[in-house]
């Protein structure tokens, strides 16, 4: 096989396992539910955008608990053990806030690897388009063919009706969807 046949069927197969991992994605979807994340960089997005909500969450709080700390220590300024216990306390909730900043750094890390994920699906996609919807067919029956099959040493000639690699083994393949969304 020629290297541009052996480029042409890893970019297949990257767009194909993209696909899955596409699809896969979407099933984490409680069932009923609409599918609201179209792209893998549209998942993680969304954990972005969840980490962040939770983060503030917890924050409002530890702030809600520090304010209640400040009054229940001015109620209380006279009995010592009972002040040591509120500065223990606002020392958690100073750790709290501390341990509150990996979600800025998470939203970084995520952001950097969303904008890689759609970098490399655009140019696979633009490649595999350049091709046409034709070839990408072509290419997905001969890698279906090399797949072990234990009666591969068995067939010759041409294929009978119902047998060997149809359309919609290229389909299940690479899901239709993805096919239809491609050259849609």
Known sequence: MTDSGLLKRELVGLFGHLQKIKTELAAL???????????????????????????????????????????????????????????????????????CSFQDITGQRISKIVNSLKFVEDRIKAVILTWGKDELTKLVVEIKKDEVDPDKALLHGPQLPGQGVSQADVDRMLGQDAIDKLFG
Do not use: W, Y
């Not at 993680?44 to 700390?69: F, K, R």
């Not at 001015?74 to 501390?98: C, H, T």
């Open 29 to 99: 979807n409680p069932p009923g539910a609409q599918d609201h994340f179209g792209s893998m960089s549209e998942q993680l997005d969304a954990i972005v955008g969840a980490t962040e909500s939770a983060t503030n969450t917890i924050m409002e709080s530890m702030e809600s608990v520090s304010e209640l700390m400040c009054e229940a220590r001015a109620i209380a300024i006279d009995n010592q053990p009972l002040v040591q216990v509120f500065d223990k306390v606002e020392d958690r909730v100073n750790q709290v806030f501390e341990a």
